[in-house]
């Protein structure tokens, strides 16, 4: 079909547009094809509102019967703050869905599909299954781990220190990569720190330099006190965690449905989350500054850290490392056996050419 794969990267740009809007919900983006032109299309634009399908739906410029619907996750086959995205396509007339990537969740994870095909509607799964997972992979990771997605992210000295002394904060960046910072905690659902952090920087938190939401301000407590007139207490929008270890933390997050987190520090919270093997991506911004042998260093680990899949970027005077964590064998296997799973799915439900197709060939 002319233009197949156009259709669906119009459909995760338009996903794109809502990044850190939509949480705990995942980017799903639609466009709607008949007789080769597109008359209608539509993105998840927040959570509690309506979904990308019935967006693309309600903007088409004609009937969509006999139409073919382009998605960039599998319509849901359940009633949630909004109803099924299934029964509006049955309702519509749409003779087509492909789909980019099923899922994952246990609410779906094939159903709508089966909901789908069931009523006699041709379906396709897996165009543009790598973009599609990639651009929520914080969702897949969620419902595939069975913890939330963390990035670990840190402004670093040229000789890894990330500070002075442990009981004062030092700027190291500039301006252009603290923009860049409040849009990344605008794009997670939640932010993390130690105490030590929230007693020497007192530090905010939340979203001022771009538009966007305020993330959940998650403190992670040990023994020592907090003063409650610090700016992290200022609303309701906190959660703190006393004497925890990572994985039960994880665990509760994961309870509370929490899709991503962004950890920010300090030294000791970096590595317990590295020494945990938990971390998926790392956001190390340089600054072009060396603190010297005394200070404070970015983390202390046992053992090698190796990067995968580096990319470098400047940021007005300053530099973005960004790169995913090389994981354990043993995390390596699950997410492989995971990802298995997930292909094995995919060839049982998703059709490349529909037995019709063929015969008419």
Same mark, same amino acid.
């Given at each position: 079909?002319?233009?197949?794969?156009?259709?669906m990267r119009r459909?995760? &740009?338009?996903?794109?547009?809502?990044?850190?809007? *939509?949480?705990?919900?995942?980017?799903?983006?639609?466009?709607?094809?008949?007789?080769?032109?597109?008359i209608g299309e539509?993105?998840?634009?927040?959570?509690? /509102?309506?979904?990308?399908?019935?967006?693309?739906?309600?903007?088409?410029?004609?009937?969509?019967?006999?139409? *073919?619907?382009?998605?960039?996750?599998?319509?849901?086959?359940?009633?949630?703050?909004?109803?099924?995205?299934?029964?509006?396509?049955? @309702?519509?007339?749409?003779?087509?869905?492909?789909?980019?990537?099923?899922?994952?969740?246990?609410?779906?994870?094939? @159903?709508?599909?089966?909901?789908?095909?069931?009523?006699?509607?041709?379906?396709?799964?897996? $165009?543009?299954?790598?973009?599609?997972?990639?651009?929520?992979?914080?969702?897949?990771?969620?419902?595939?781990?069975?913890?939330?997605?963390?990035?670990?992210?840190?402004?670093?000295?040229?000789?890894?220190?990330?500070?002075?002394?442990?009981?004062?904060?030092?700027?190291?960046?500039?301006?252009?990569?603290?923009?860049?910072?409040?849009?990344?905690?605008?794009?997670?659902?939640?932010?993390? %720190?130690?105490?030590?952090?929230? $007693?020497?920087?007192?530090?905010?938190?939340? %979203? &001022?330099?771009?538009?966007?939401?305020?993330?959940?301000?998650?403190?992670?407590?040990?023994?020592?006190?907090?003063?409650?007139?610090?700016?992290?207490?200022?609303?309701?929008?906190?959660?703190?965690?006393?004497?925890?270890?990572?994985?039960?933390?994880?665990?509760?997050?994961?309870?509370?449905?929490?899709?991503?987190?962004? %950890?920010?520090?300090?030294?000791?919270?970096?590595?317990?989350? $590295?020494?945990?093997?938990?971390?998926?991506?790392?956001?190390?911004?340089?600054?072009?500054?060396? $603190?010297?042998?005394?200070?404070?260093?970015?983390?202390?680990?046992?053992?090698?850290?190796?990067?995968?899949?580096?990319?470098?970027?400047?940021?007005? &005077?300053?530099?973005?490392?960004?790169?995913? %964590?090389?994981?354990?064998?043993?995390?390596?296997?699950?997410?492989?056996?995971?990802?298995? @799973?997930? @292909?094995?799915?995919? /060839?049982?439900?998703?059709?490349?050419?529909?037995?019709?197709?063929?015969?008419?060939?």
């Amino acid at each position: 079909m002319p233009h197949h794969s156009w259709h669906m990267r119009r459909a995760l &740009r338009l996903a794109e547009k809502a990044r850190g809007w *939509t949480l705990p919900n995942p980017l799903v983006g639609a466009l709607i094809i008949k007789d080769e032109r597109r008359i209608g299309e539509g993105h998840h634009t927040g959570f509690g /509102k309506p979904h990308a399908e019935v967006e693309a739906l309600a903007s088409c410029t004609e009937s969509p019967e006999g139409a *073919t619907l382009y998605v960039t996750l599998e319509p849901c086959p359940h009633q949630g703050k909004t109803p099924p995205c299934t029964d509006a396509i049955l @309702k519509s007339g749409i003779a087509k869905v492909v789909i980019a990537a099923l899922d994952p969740s246990e609410k779906a994870n094939g @159903k709508g599909v089966k909901i789908l095909k069931d009523a006699g509607l041709e379906v396709e799964v897996g $165009l543009l299954n790598k973009e599609a997972m990639e651009l929520n992979k914080e969702f897949f990771t969620f419902h595939q781990k069975k913890r939330p997605f963390i990035t670990l992210k840190a402004a670093l000295s040229l000789d890894g220190k990330i500070s002075m002394d442990r009981e004062s904060k030092t700027s190291l960046t500039g301006d252009k990569t603290q923009i860049f910072l409040h849009q990344l905690r605008h794009e997670h659902q939640a932010i993390l %720190v130690g105490a030590g952090t929230v $007693l020497s920087d007192n530090p905010h938190l939340g %979203v &001022r330099r771009v538009e966007g939401r305020d993330p959940l301000r998650i403190i992670l407590q040990g023994e020592r006190e907090l003063p409650m007139d610090a700016h992290v207490f200022r609303d309701s929008n906190f959660l703190v965690l006393k004497n925890q270890k990572i994985e039960s933390l994880l665990k509760s997050l994961y309870e509370k449905e929490v899709i991503s987190v962004l %950890v920010e520090g300090g030294s000791e919270i970096f590595t317990a989350f $590295l020494e945990a093997d938990c971390v998926d991506e790392m956001k190390l911004f340089i600054a072009p500054i060396f $603190l010297g042998e005394s200070a404070l260093p970015f983390a202390n680990l046992k053992e090698p850290l190796q990067l995968k899949k580096t990319k470098l970027q400047e940021i007005g &005077r300053d530099f973005l490392l960004t790169a995913l %964590v090389e994981q354990s064998a043993d995390a390596h296997v699950a997410e492989k056996t995971a990802a298995s @799973k997930d @292909k094995k799915l995919n /060839k049982q439900v998703g059709i490349r050419k529909s037995r019709k197709a063929k015969q008419s060939e």
